[in-house]
């Protein structure tokens, strides 16, 4: 997330936007997708099956590497 962050900067300054305007652009959407990610996953994990419960950690740990290496490969 550091990095999408940096990458937001580069281009707020490149389209010579306000910095705080920007900030708070990106403070605001931070808030909004981790927070209905945080609720989202908690659904999932009132729903899954107690045999399946000790396996939601491993589950969320592969969920965020995947995501890290389709970052990494969507970037030119």
Known sequence: MTLTNFATGV???L???PIAGAVIASTITSWLCIG???WLGQQLREQTPL???????????????AVGVLKWFESP
């Open 11 to 13: 281009a707020a300054g």
């Open 15 to 17: 389209a010579q936007l």
């Open 36 to 38: 209905s990610g945080f």
């Open 51 to 65: 045999c399946f419960g000790s396996y939601l950690e491993g589950l969320a740990s592969l969920f965020l590497i």
